[in-house]
């Protein structure tokens, strides 16, 4: 122990005269210490260190804490060990998610070196081994010369999974520059190496997700290498603790990864952002070092991320050296522009306003060092794309709901036709099977006149499943077949498993094989995004693109369809505008064909239609759907053909638009009779339809009518095997609906049914679609007199929407008047006409009109909260404003209500007739249309009971 | 440990070693102890030499804290023990050290493989800082907070200050005072 007297003294004089000039400070310390020698050296010491520049007891960290950690756990044991047929040789270090040992191969086959990654991550969550094992095969199968292969993998006794990845001895790809100061340009075609590599790997479906430096290692030639690819994936999947270890690479974590969001290739394009950013700079985007304390890093990258050129002005002049320019604002000046950019769309927060793949950022780069101009991408809608999808399920599923492929009843021929060509015994074998199988189902075999296609299918999957002798050859293409008719006749979920079967370990060889292979992609890909599954359907549709384009590069209809496919997963990953332009060119493409295939041609005026639907671009939708509606005429394209259903559900959905509810109305009824008739009919397109049926109603007022057709769409999709998200949706209308009606205990135990339905399916909080949710669910707390509760989530989905879709999206102006709603129940006018000007302003920015019923709506809250202030006549004018705009587009109902409104400040002003004459008219359609027990119909009951 | 350490835990301990519960204080500290070790054996899996102290113990605190939002006093309290925690390891350790490099005459502790190795000359500085701190408890509790979250919390001069709630430069001039205290003590 030391002596505390001592130190005591030592702190006080050095106190006094630490701050003293040299020559006082002497005489000083002669006074003060006065003989002591030892406490006049120990403060000479003190103030040697204090002139000292460097902390104490920094930088061993890490080496004091694993040493002290092994001590704590006994050390390594696994030295001279073998896993597998690898022999542990010595510790490498300590890498990725846990610790690398240098391995030789102990069986000897041959003399290899290599890494053994080692990770500890069984303990919590034990992996599944076969599946471990089947993925471990797809790394293997990896094989890029930029990429570290794998080459061995397995798990422990204990369940820990460990790699084998060739030896890479190499350095840090930031370091390694660095230590060889090279320029911008060197650093810039190194970089293209990595993309090179990570191209390769996304080419086959795998995302890194953990690109930093450490990962890419130069070696000794100068050649990058790639570490762990796949890995990460793998483990993050599995593994509980994997959540945890996300923490430490926060520094390179996308927005996606620190929001537990959907991970996809964009997450890669972020942190190659990042890794380009730092390579170039010297410095994080996000400023984040390694003394950034972890709270601060989250906080941090919420932040903008600075600019190329911000960071490069910041660089200390070695940075700026080591990249061969004089100094930091030279080296700012190198980066401004085209590389600038180019970083700046790596990282923008949104996925789909990223580079849409990591070969347009190669491109890019390329173009950089060729001095051409970049064509960064500007940032796209991705965030408002997210919500609207998922706000709109049950419409986007649709999105992809058009069948393509084949109209069933020409999908035979067509598919004989195919096949034919091929000529071989198994085709013949094959057709003879489905030819066998459709007979036995046929009307004559079974005496039932009414056979539907979709008897027709099942009878001839029951044959197939009889006769398990038969060989996969055969077997196969029937079932590719039986794949795309379920889909046809709008059973995603057969579909997908028959074509899934039908399609394994196919790989074509030769151009037929390999374009009906596309053709059938296409369906499944389909059939994918009926069932939610985005990312798989993307991945069917890329895959099909790529058939076609290797085996038929040079046929305009193949490279058109390539072109034209494309689904939710397409928007979902590339954002509505990329998806806008593509379906574009693709219908300018067809539209230069002397004969364009129809399907395609179809499918394309459906999906500029949805996008039309999505950008609230309400007369291109009505536009886009006619026209295409028009072409499938003049192409003789019969009107129950699946491929038309998605127009005529737009054509619904743009008079809806576009408050022509009535014509909606009769259109939905028209093509659901239509679609009921045809048989063995699709419950997802018939469930769209009653979806929109309902909106039609309800628009009308007409909300019983309404109720019944969202039942019958919930009860659709319950036999359709949909996802959460859109039973969720359907819910919701369905809580909306019964609100309306004044059946508001029903309401709320309808959301709150769905609430815990959502949590059950772990549709997470931070999920998007819940926006929509929580909007429908605080507009049903309202309507139960809940204004405080509704407050709280108003504000917090308010705050949600301002930073996602922003100011100037509906949502936002929907949610101000919801806003409004509340301030009116809780009596606070001031509050309330505050919000109902700026919901004005939000909606005149969108295009209101004065005579519209979002109009009236707003005149409504402006007389309620003048008759809140006490303002009768600007209540009445306002009242009579709003009645007035209704009177043209507004329903029965509203009318009725907006009349029993002015009645009730007519009676407070005392002129009573024309009170009882409003009242007189309103009454028997609101007790027509709601419950005794809801709101608008009790006030006027309430006024009734006062004019009396 | 045989209890959870569970984020409404670690604010309930808090709470009642507020209100004089001395073993609640000791369960919270044992909390944030197996919490650290945990953290950094998980670091220390991942990160080759890039480990930070600050890193360790802010991680601890997001972790022991899970998504509540403790108040000041409570994380004030809880940095403060998370330093008080991380001292303890590595002194054990650098004791640990100390005794084998006077049995085996070794300045170097080769524990494995050549990988890393805590000097001795390591251990004598981490005890040197103990005792140090030991030191500055009876005359200056202040101070001996001070250098007890610098050195071992690794936190920055404005943390400390947020967290013994003093002006930031009081905790500096502190700070000289004590890190020339400590070098001088540390080369004596």
């Given at each position: 122990m030391r002596s505390a007297a001592g130190i005591g003294r030592a702190l006080e004089i050095f106190d006094e005269v630490a701050d003293l000039p040299e020559a006082s400070r002497h005489s000083r310390l002669d006074e003060l210490c006065a003989g002591d020698a030892a406490l006049r050296a120990r403060i000479e010491a003190m103030l040697a260190a204090d002139a000292r520049s460097g902390d104490l007891f920094e930088g061993n960290a890490a080496v004091r804490w694993s040493d002290a950690l092994q001590v704590a756990t006994g050390g390594d044991a696994l030295l001279g060990s073998t896993?597998?047929?690898?022999?542990?040789?010595?510790?490498?270090?300590?890498?990725?998610?846990?610790?690398?040992?240098?391995?030789?191969?102990a069986d000897g086959a041959y003399t290899q070196r290599a890494a053994l990654k080692l990770i500890h991550a069984a303990a919590q969550s034990p992996l599944s081994y076969e599946r471990f094992l089947r993925e471990r095969q797809i790394l293997a199968q990896l094989r890029h010369p930029n990429i570290a292969t794998l080459l061995d993998g397995g798990l422990t006794p204990a369940g820990d999974p460990w790699f084998v990845m060739e030896y890479v001895d190499g350095v840090p790809i930031d370091a390694w520059c660095d230590e060889r100061r090279l320029g911008v340009r060197a650093r810039v075609e190194l970089f293209v190496q990595v993309l090179d590599a990570v191209s390769h790997a996304h080419r086959n479906l795998l995302v890194h997700r953990d690109l930093k430096p450490s990962n890419l290692l130069v070696d000794a030639t100068g050649r990058i290498k790639l570490l762990d690819f796949g890995i990460a994936k793998q483990l993050q999947e599995h593994d509980a603790t994997a959540l945890d270890d996300r923490a430490v690479t926060f520094g390179y974590a996308s927005p996606e990864q620190l929001?537990?969001?959907?991970?996809?290739?964009?997450?890669?394009?972020?942190?190659?952002?990042?890794?380009?950013?730092?390579?170039?700079?010297?410095?994080?985007?996000?400023?984040?070092?390694?003394?950034t304390p972890l709270a601060k890093q989250i906080q941090q990258l919420d932040d903008?991320?600075?600019?190329?050129?911000?960071?490069?002005?910041?660089?200390?002049?070695?940075?700026?050296?080591?990249?061969?320019?004089?100094?930091?604002?030279?080296?700012?000046?190198?980066?401004?522009?085209?590389?600038?950019?180019?970083v700046a769309t790596c990282l923008r927060r949104a996925q789909s306003a990223r580079y849409a793949s990591v070969d347009a950022l190669a491109t890019d780069l390329q173009y950089w060092l060729q001095d051409r101009p970049v064509v960064a991408k500007r940032a796209g809608p991705r965030e408002r794309t997210a919500l609207w999808l998922r706000r709109n399920r049950v419409l986007a599923a649709s999105l992809a709901a058009v069948a393509?492929?084949?109209?069933?009843?020409?999908?035979?021929?067509?598919?004989?036709?195919?096949?034919?060509?091929?000529?071989?015994?198994?085709?013949?074998?094959?057709?003879?099977?489905?030819?066998?199988?459709?007979?036995?189902?046929?009307?004559?075999?079974?005496?039932?006149?009414?056979?539907?296609?979709?008897?027709?299918?099942?009878?001839?999957?029951?044959?197939?499943?009889?006769?398990?002798?038969?060989?996969?050859?055969?077997?196969?293409?029937?079932?590719?077949?039986?794949?795309r008719l379920y889909f046809s006749v709008g059973d995603p979920q057969l579909a997908t498993e028959l074509l899934e079967a039908g399609m394994r370990g196919i790989e074509p060889d030769n151009r037929a094989a390999a374009l009906a292979l596309a053709d059938d992609l296409v369906v499944y890909s389909d059939a994918l995004a009926n069932l939610e599954r985005n990312a798989d359907s993307l991945a069917a549709s890329e895959r099909s693109a790529a058939l076609r384009q290797k085996f038929a590069p040079d046929d305009p209809e193949q490279q058109l369809r390539a072109l034209a496919h494309q689904t939710v997963g397409h928007?979902?990953?590339?954002?509505?505008?990329?998806?806008?332009?593509?379906?574009?060119?693709?219908?300018?493409?067809?539209?230069?064909?002397?004969?364009?295939?129809?399907?395609?041609?179809?499918?394309?005026?459906?999906?500029?239609?949805?996008?039309?639907?999505?950008?609230?671009?309400?007369?291109?939708?009505?536009?886009?759907?006619?026209?295409?509606?028009?072409?499938?005429?003049?192409?003789?394209?019969?009107?129950?053909?699946?491929?038309?259903?998605?127009?005529?559900?737009?054509?619904?959905?743009?008079?809806?638009?576009?408050?022509?509810?009535?014509?909606?109305?009769?259109?939905?009824?028209?093509v659901i009779a239509m679609t009921e008739k045809s048989g063995g009919f699709a419950a997802t397109r018939l469930s769209v339809l009653y979806n929109a049926l309902a909106k039609a109603l309800g628009a009308q007022g007409r909300f019983r009518e309404s109720l019944a057709a969202l039942m019958h769409t919930n009860e659709l999709l319950l036999t359709d095997g949909?996802?959460?998200?859109?039973?969720?949706?359907?819910?919701?209308?369905?809580?909306?609906?019964?609100a309306q009606i004044g059946d508001y205990a029903q309401s709320l135990q309808l959301m709150e049914q769905s609430i815990a339905a959502l949590d059950q399916a772990r549709v997470a909080a931070a999920d998007t679609f819940r926006l929509h949710y929580e909007e429908g669910y605080a507009r049903v707390l309202l309507a139960n007199g809940r204004t405080a509760q509704a407050r709280q989530r108003l504000d917090a989905t308010l705050e949600l929407v301002r930073k996602t879709l922003g100011v100037h999206s509906e949502d936002y102006a929907r949610l101000l008047v919801d806003e409004a709603e509340a301030a009116l129940q809780d009596g606070d006018a001031a509050r309330g006409?505050?919000?109902v000007a700026e919901a004005r302003e939000r909606a005149i920015e969108r295009g209101m009109t004065p005579a519209s019923r979002q109009a009236a709506e707003l005149l409504h809250y402006d007389s309620a909260f003048a008759l809140l202030r006490g303002d009768l006549l600007t209540a009445e004018a306002r009242q009579r404003e709003a009645l007035q705009s209704l009177q043209s587009s507004g329903n029965p109902f509203e009318i009725a209500v907006a009349s029993s409104e002015l009645a009730d400040i007519l009676i407070e002003r005392g002129e009573y007739p024309e009170a009882r004459k409003l009242l007189d008219r309103a009454l028997p359609v609101l007790r027509e249309t709601v419950l005794p027990q809801q709101r608008d119909l009790k006030a006027a009951e309430a006024l009734v009971l006062k004019l009396r | 440990m045989t209890f959870p350490a569970g984020p409404t835990q670690i604010t309930q301990l808090l709470a009642l070693a507020r209100a004089g519960d001395e073993g609640a204080l000791d369960r919270a500290y044992a909390a944030v102890y197996e919490e650290l070790k945990q953290i950094a054996r998980r670091q220390?899996?991942?990160?080759?030499?890039?480990?930070?102290?600050?890193?360790?113990?802010?991680?601890?605190?997001?972790?022991?804290?899970?998504?509540?939002?403790?108040?000041?006093?409570?994380?004030?309290?809880?940095?403060?023990?998370?330093?008080?925690?991380?001292?303890?390891?590595?002194?054990?350790?650098?004791?640990?050290?100390?005794?084998?490099?006077?049995?085996?005459?070794?300045?170097?502790?080769?524990?494995?493989?050549?990988?890393?190795?805590?000097s001795g000359h390591d251990a004598v500085e981490v005890l040197t800082v103990d005792d140090t701190i030991e030191a500055l408890q009876k005359i200056d509790p202040r101070l001996a907070r001070v250098v007890e979250l610098r050195c071992f919390g690794g936190y920055e001069i404005a943390e400390i200050a947020s967290i013994m709630e003093l002006p930031d430069y009081t905790v500096r001039r502190d700070w000289r005072k004590a890190r020339a205290l400590l070098m001088a003590e540390l080369e004596a």
């Open positions: 896993i597998g047929v690898w022999k542990i040789v010595a510790v490498a270090g300590r890498g990725g998610m846990g610790i690398v040992y240098e391995v030789q191969r929001n537990n969001e959907a991970i996809t290739t964009a997450t890669d394009i972020w942190q190659l952002g990042i890794v380009l950013h730092l390579l170039l700079s010297g410095a994080h985007p996000f400023r984040i070092t390694r003394d903008q991320p600075q600019s190329l050129m911000a960071a490069a002005a910041d660089a200390t002049p070695g940075q700026a050296a080591a990249r061969g320019t004089d100094d930091p604002a030279a080296l700012a000046k190198a980066l401004r522009g085209g590389l600038a950019e180019i393509t492929a084949l109209v069933v009843g020409t999908a035979v021929s067509l598919w004989q036709a195919r096949e034919a060509q091929r000529e071989s015994a198994r085709t013949r074998e094959s057709l003879q099977f489905l030819a066998d199988t459709l007979t036995a189902a046929a009307p004559e075999q079974t005496l039932n006149r009414e056979v539907s296609v979709r008897q027709l299918l099942d009878s001839a999957r029951h044959q197939l499943d009889q006769r398990s002798s038969v060989d996969a050859q055969v077997r196969q293409p029937v079932q590719r077949m039986l794949g928007v979902q990953k590339y954002g509505w505008e990329i998806c806008r332009q593509r379906a574009e060119r693709a219908l300018a493409i067809a539209n230069r064909m002397a004969n364009p295939p129809v399907d395609v041609v179809l499918r394309l005026y459906s999906d500029l239609g949805s996008v039309a639907n999505f950008t609230n671009d309400r007369n291109r939708l009505l536009q886009v759907s006619e026209e295409g509606l028009a072409f499938a005429v003049s192409h003789a394209v019969p009107p129950q053909s699946p491929l038309i259903a998605t127009l005529l559900r737009n054509r619904i959905e743009g008079l809806l638009l576009l408050d022509r509810p009535a014509e909606a109305e009769a259109q939905a009824r028209a949909s996802g959460p998200r859109n039973l969720a949706a359907v819910r919701v209308n369905l809580a909306t609906t019964y006409q505050r919000l | 220390l899996r991942r990160e080759r030499g890039t480990f930070e102290t600050t890193v360790l113990v802010h991680e601890a605190y997001l972790k022991l804290v899970g998504g509540e939002r403790p108040s000041p006093e409570d994380r004030n309290h809880l940095l403060a023990l998370t330093a008080r925690a991380m001292r303890q390891v590595l002194v054990d350790h650098a004791r640990y050290v100390n005794a084998l490099k006077r049995n085996c005459g070794s300045p170097t502790l080769t524990l494995q493989g050549d990988v890393h190795a805590t």
